[in-house]
């Protein structure tokens, strides 16, 4: 500590002290109350992090896995660490390498019934594409995976509709599953496509993408989503009586495609070997400029980077920064990074992910063993100003950090608000304009005291149990799932 | 009137009973408070408005004039009046033919600034395209069509960008004039083309179309609208320099179609002569389904049609429903009946057009002369319960019904809530969804009422003055242009 602070940093530092000393607090001051004032004065009046948004966002673009706008981000990211004095490095991540094409489909004209009618209509990634002229057949509407087994022979040669109710974010983990898994499931009773409502929580005819995955051994036929007013229109053209689509999807998946995987750190002054891993993803869908997804997650956590960099000293322990490639289309960076760091997974003290957008911040959850949330609360009240500042029930978790299960690593989540995520979340409206700045900044000053929290803190969380059933390497989220909203 | 009235319904001719008797009471009651409970509870029960506008919007579709779409609606409705037992005609009108074709627009990448982006655009109506490979040329940015002028030379080869700032339906009227007249105005500075930002209230990515129109003598440059996320994305781009656009336009304007006003009425008892004038537009935009625009106001019309046809006695006058075809691009329905009834205009003693969506009902409102008001407030009263029982300010008009001006018909308007009506006007989001059964049900209650009042008032509204200014036979209201919402 400087030995001339001003007074009014003294003052600061006494009224804002953690309700309870710590433990070690004669020897150990643990975490600075200046250094909250720092962290959450830049957080909020730098707009660094909403900056390098517009960088990514306008400047690159969309960005899927083994595309020129994936490579164009990864060395944006390493060029823009360098230009913060953060260290950084690539680490080797294949990718599969998915590419839209044209495509389209309509609801064929019935006659006496209705005209025909185009569909909004996006393939999911990952799908096959349909044969060049097309494929039609009718449609059968089912509500869930179970119902299409339920069904039997009716399924034979249609296209699977798989309609939901999805109304608000919640409901995301409800009907993923159809998304994720509803072409193979449709597959094997024998349809010939899928047709998928898309996730949202708005619509203006918009549909939403997302991966798909086809089960080992079971045809591959063609998947796509469809807007939330068409995935309405067949519903009701259903009810008079047989309705016939025409699907085109010139989408096709090519070999593998090397990638990287982009690391930054900033060494820890006493414990550099234990780790604060903070995660978000660098590749985004192929439509609009993935701006909530995950753009808003990796400007948070390269921006708590730059921050904690400046500091002097420097935290206790080692904070790392994985920007992960191919969490939406197959997770290869989140295994990679698992892979390759096997050996000091042990050390990792805590890893959290930003992949929930760019909302205002709401507080801070867990995944850790009995006595973690004693570890964090007394340290959260420089985030009462900002609403943040209290303990959320809920799991913390993350795709791309999932892979770290096994290895029984404390989660910590800074929750946002996501009520509108799913507004945008994998369709051609998740673009700069849907950020609002205030709420990035607010996020990315209570990422970087809860980062600094967990670097500086004399303890560390007490390691969750590995859940029983936990097969080492499996994702715990769905591929492509954000990780649950604050309820 | 039956002899043998159940006891409520004469408690409730009690209880609804105008405040104060009209003028010649004692001799011809006026409006009766039976029909008031009829109409109003019919409308509000029997979901014929919402089931046709299905048949309309699911059944047929996209009805752009001169398209099969459109005559299939004329066909449609001709048969729906037969049904209701409400006598119909056919009425001539010659209509523009404006085709779409292929789209598509994106910004160029340029060097060290951004990668391209593709622009979520849709060609304006009455657009001539672009040549087949496309246009390129820098964007310019202007927020009036004043600034082309002032701007000079700049303007030369360029692809001017209208922005604007429009949040609320009040303020469709203050840019419209961007979209309709912006083409020419940049061609007469040098442009080469003309992007406008949608004239819209939100917005997922989702281009809004309308119609413009090319200045006599003047270069006819391809003109397309610009999502307003896009529009954004353009003004953040050409802040850090020049930004190149192609643009890709495969629309063309084939040779003018033969179509029809679909007219019906139902006849006066005592004054047939006396004409109440209620219009719709049967055409919409080529994308959507014109769920609001104006496939709301057709069934509202078409309702009351059917309900008035139904009572016996009939009303005093005649109550004529006109399915205007071509409000969308050319005016040409609303031109032609002008001039076809130019003798009986005379005796129109009223127009009302129901153009402003599916909205709940909120009030009435009148360009008559003075006392017009009085002549219409006292029997209000049985639209308090629905929120619509009162005069609003503005004046009533209509773009189907503005070439009836220089006759001096005294127009009404049944103002609805417009409030979200520009969120999908235009759009492909149009779609049956957004009318919400309720409020269409309950403004269709209000206009039969109105409709009613006027037809069998004892008196009839005063007729406006001529505008000075008005040349005949010129629209009022700009081509598109639904009449102005309440406030």
């Not at 909020?44 to 909403?50: K, R, V």
């Not at 109304?167 to 047709?195: F, I, N, P, Q």
């Not at 670097?455 to 590995?466: C, M, S």
């Amino acid at each position: 500590m400087p030995s001339a602070l001003p007074l009014s940093a003294v003052l600061l530092s006494l009224l804002t002290a953690p309700p309870k000393a710590p433990a070690a607090a004669t020897k150990d001051v643990g975490p600075s109350p200046q250094v909250a004032e720092r962290l959450i004065g830049a957080a909020l009046t730098e707009g660094h992090a909403y900056a390098r948004l517009a960088e990514l966002t306008d400047g690159i673009g969309p960005r899927l896995s083994g595309s020129e706008g994936a490579e164009a981000a990864v060395q944006w990211a390493k060029r823009s660490f360098e230009a913060d004095g953060v260290k950084v490095w690539l680490e080797p991540v294949k990718v599969p390498r998915w590419v839209r094409g044209e495509e389209s489909a309509r609801v064929l004209a019935s006659a006496g019934r209705f005209r025909e009618h185009p569909l909004s209509i996006m393939a999911l990634g990952g799908s096959v594409g349909t044969p060049a002229g097309g494929l039609t057949a009718e449609v059968i509407e089912v509500r869930s995976l179970d119902e299409v087994a339920a069904l039997g022979d009716k399924v034979k040669g249609k296209i699977v509709f798989f309609n939901h109710a999805m109304a608000e974010a919640a409901d995301y983990g409800k009907y993923a599953g159809l998304r994720t898994r509803g072409a193979s499931v449709a597959a094997k009773a024998g349809a010939v496509g899928a047709l998928v409502r898309s996730l949202a929580t708005a619509s203006l005819r918009s549909p939403h993408t997302g991966a798909m995955r086809y089960e080992d051994g079971v045809a591959q036929v063609p998947s796509a989503s469809v807007s939330v007013e068409d995935a309405e229109l067949l519903h009701r053209l259903l009810v008079g009586g047989p309705v016939k689509v025409e699907l085109k999807l010139g989408c096709k998946t090519l070999p593998d495609a090397d990638s990287f995987n982009v690391v930054a750190e900033v060494k820890g002054r006493e414990k550099p070997q234990e780790v604060v891993l903070l995660g978000a993803h660098l590749d985004s869908w192929d439509v609009g400029t993935g701006a909530h997804d995950d753009g808003a997650g990796v400007t948070m956590v390269m921006e708590t980077a730059r921050l904690l960099a400046k500091l002097k000293p420097a935290p206790r322990r080692t904070v790392r920064v994985v920007l992960f490639m191919n969490e939406e289309n197959g997770l290869r960076g989140g295994k990679a990074y698992a892979e390759a760091h096997a050996a000091e997974l042990a050390n990792h003290v805590a890893a959290l992910e930003m992949d929930s957008g760019g909302g205002k911040p709401l507080g801070v959850a867990l995944r850790a063993g009995p006595g973690g949330e004693e570890l964090v609360r007394p340290w959260l009240r420089p985030l009462e100003a900002l609403g943040a500042g209290k303990m959320l029930p809920g799991e913390a978790g993350g795709a791309d950090i999932s892979p770290l299960i096994p290895a029984r690593v404390p989660f910590v989540g800074v929750r946002v608000d996501s009520s509108r995520y799913f507004d945008v979340h994998h369709s051609h409206a998740d673009t700069l304009d849907k950020v609002d700045p205030k709420d990035l900044a607010q996020s990315t000053a209570a990422l970087a005291w809860v980062s600094y929290v967990l670097a500086e803190v004399p303890g560390v969380l007490p390691r969750p149990e590995a859940p029983p059933s936990e097969a080492p390497k499996a994702p715990a989220a769905p591929v492509g799932a954000p990780k649950p909203s604050a309820p």
